[in-house]
């Protein structure tokens, strides 16, 4: 008899245990659902909404631009660093950026967490960490490894013409680009050096 009276104690005791565990877990769910909810609806720019970026070589800046009825929306700048060389990148390490050719944008492939990522840059700090927190990884044709990231380390780099082909944005610049515009498959214009504002461009509306 009390050896069965255990048993049942023991089994509550179980069953409570997973209840309660159960109860945690259901809780962790919905709070990660909830707080993706509300990084979503915080996005500016998600797929397929018109939305798109456009680097400038003349200005050092990204913009982020919303194409929807005729109109152009404005969503925001930031400041960029784009490369050494001057000119349209033509061999892997010239040390140039590459530029989009007209009627035919890049686009990004991949988002990649790059808070890890060291880079040499031969300037005598050995590898260091470079790429702040994230890699937006472009399809720039004829050309690999081109991206849009952070400037951890050479932040005073930004903007100016420094980099080895990539865009560097501030590191917290890049998590802004990231968390509310940036997505894959978003276009991105880049415009051959000396090139200014497209017409289109002096009559966008700011957001």
């Known amino acids: 008899m009390a050896l069965r009276i255990q048993y049942y104690v023991i089994m509550l005791k179980i069953n409570r245990f997973n209840t309660t565990l159960l109860a945690l877990i259901a809780a962790t769910i919905m709070a990660v659902g909830a707080t993706a909810q509300k990084k979503e609806a915080n996005r500016m720019c998600n797929k397929g ?11 050092l800046n990204l913009r982020v631009y919303r194409a ?3 109109d152009t929306t404005l969503l925001a ?5 784009l490369s050494r060389a001057k000119g349209n990148k ?11 050719p007209q009627g035919k944008p890049f686009h990004i492939t991949m988002i990649q967490d790059a808070s890890n990522w060291k880079h040499d ?21 004829g050309h690999s490894g081109i991206g ?5 380390g050479n932040r005073e780099s930004v903007p100016g013409r420094d980099s080895e082909g990539c865009i560097r944005l501030l590191d917290e610049d890049i998590i802004i680009l990231k968390e509310q515009y940036a997505y894959v498959g978003m276009k991105v214009i880049i415009k051959h050096e000396n090139e200014g504002l497209y017409p289109w461009e002096t009559r966008a509306k700011k957001q």
Do not use: N
């Not at 840059?121 to 044709?141: E, K, M, V």
């Not at 849009?148 to 951890?152: D, F």
């Open 90 to 100: 033509q061999r892997r390490g010239d040390m140039k950026t590459p530029e989009s």
């Open 148 to 152: 849009i990231h952070g400037s951890t």
């Open 77 to 81: 700048e930031f400041p960029a660093c």
């Open 49 to 59: 909404d018109g939305s798109f970026i456009v680097i400038s070589k003349k200005d």
């Open 68 to 70: 929807q009825k005729g």
């Open 121 to 141: 840059f031969h300037d005598g700090r050995g590898s260091i960490l470079s790429y702040g927190h994230w890699f937006l990884r472009l399809a720039t044709p």
